[in-house]
């Protein structure tokens, strides 16, 4: 009966962790440790199985060889992953062109303290949103794709907008009194409850998007945009637009009403940065 508990690999005898020899690759792992065929009762311990696992790395030498084969089989038999577009030469001068500049916004916010003040800012009440923002530029989908670079951020911004809807995840929304056409947005975190963001975005009266900061890690970064600001941006220059033709579900809600604000001149400067 004792034989019933012994390894086959090891020889020593154990109760629990003993199992059965089911798969080919292990049997013939086995066999080359035993030299001998596998009888019916044979078992394997959890140590030589593991064992017999990190010997399953073994291919990691021939991956190389395999991505090779994989990929030529795709090249002659599948059709192209991604083609080129006539506009691609225009995006990556924009781009290269964008790499050059530094970002205005967060230079004006941090030598004017803008991140700090209160007193210069007007809250954007909820239910007047639309209005008081009548002025800010419709953006088309193919403009915001100009503006984040891609659309990774674009995919995600309305799951992060519609996030906000809940009591607990509004967003506070306003204009500044001494800076015209500059919004300021506080935003909860991606990534943590406890944490919020500042975003600043500023526009032209031409119906131009200059600029934006955001006081996440990635906020800064002039070619695209981080998810905060992609968000805000979708939501004020598209979405808003969709709500007023009834043809989707009202995001003004998103916004935090002025009359639960409490009043204070206190610094509301943001915890450390984080995406």
């Given at each position: 009966?004792?034989?019933?508990?012994?390894?086959?690999?090891?020889?020593?005898?154990?109760?629990?962790?003993?199992?059965?020899?089911?798969?080919?690759?292990?049997?013939?792992?086995?066999r080359k440790r035993i030299e001998r065929n596998l009888e019916e009762n044979d078992v394997i311990c959890e140590k030589c199985r593991s064992i017999y696992r990190k010997t399953l790395?073994?291919?990691?030498?021939?991956?190389?060889?395999?991505?090779?084969?994989?990929?030529?089989?795709?090249?002659?038999f599948r059709p192209p992953l991604?083609?080129?577009?006539?506009?691609?030469?225009s995006i990556a001068e924009a781009m290269l062109e964008k790499c050059k500049k530094?970002?205005?916004?967060?230079?004006?916010?941090?030598?004017?303290?803008?991140?700090?003040?209160?007193?210069?800012?007007?809250?954007?009440?909820a239910s007047n949103v639309l209005d008081e923002l009548a002025d800010f530029p419709v953006l088309s989908m193919d403009k915001l794709r100009e503006i984040t670079m891609g659309v990774?951020?674009?995919?995600?911004?309305?799951?992060?907008?519609?996030?906000?809807?809940?009591?607990?995840?509004?967003?506070?929304l306003y204009v500044c009194k001494i800076k015209e056409n500059l919004?300021?947005?506080?935003?909860?975190?991606?990534?943590?409850?406890?944490?919020?963001?500042?975003?600043?975005?500023?526009?032209?009266?031409?119906?131009?998007i200059e600029?934006?900061?955001?006081?996440?890690?990635?906020g800064a970064r002039v070619v695209g945009c981080c998810a905060h600001v992609a968000s805000v941006l979708w939501y004020l220059g598209y979405q808003r637009l969709e709500q007023q033709?009834?043809?989707?579900?009202?995001?003004?809600?998103?916004?935090?009403?002025?009359?639960?604000i409490p009043s204070s001149d206190e610094s509301d400067c943001d915890s450390l940065p984080e995406e």
């Open positions: 009966m004792a034989k019933d508990f012994k390894c086959v690999v090891c020889g020593r005898c154990h109760l629990k962790s003993r199992r059965k020899i089911t798969t080919k690759a292990l049997k013939q792992f086995v790395k073994t291919a990691i030498p021939i991956i190389g060889d395999l991505l090779r084969i994989v990929c030529a089989v795709c090249n002659k991604a083609g080129t577009h006539p506009e691609d030469k530094g970002n205005a916004i967060q230079k004006m916010v941090t030598e004017e303290g803008l991140l700090t003040k209160r007193t210069i800012y007007k809250l954007v009440d990774y951020q674009l995919k995600q911004a309305p799951n992060y907008v519609r996030e906000h809807e809940g009591e607990d995840g509004k967003f506070e919004l300021k947005i506080k935003i909860q975190s991606r990534h943590s409850n406890k944490l919020s963001h500042t975003v600043f975005i500023s526009y032209s009266d031409e119906g131009d600029g934006w900061y955001c006081t996440c890690k990635s033709s009834g043809s989707r579900r009202d995001f003004k809600t998103s916004v935090l009403d002025a009359s639960h």
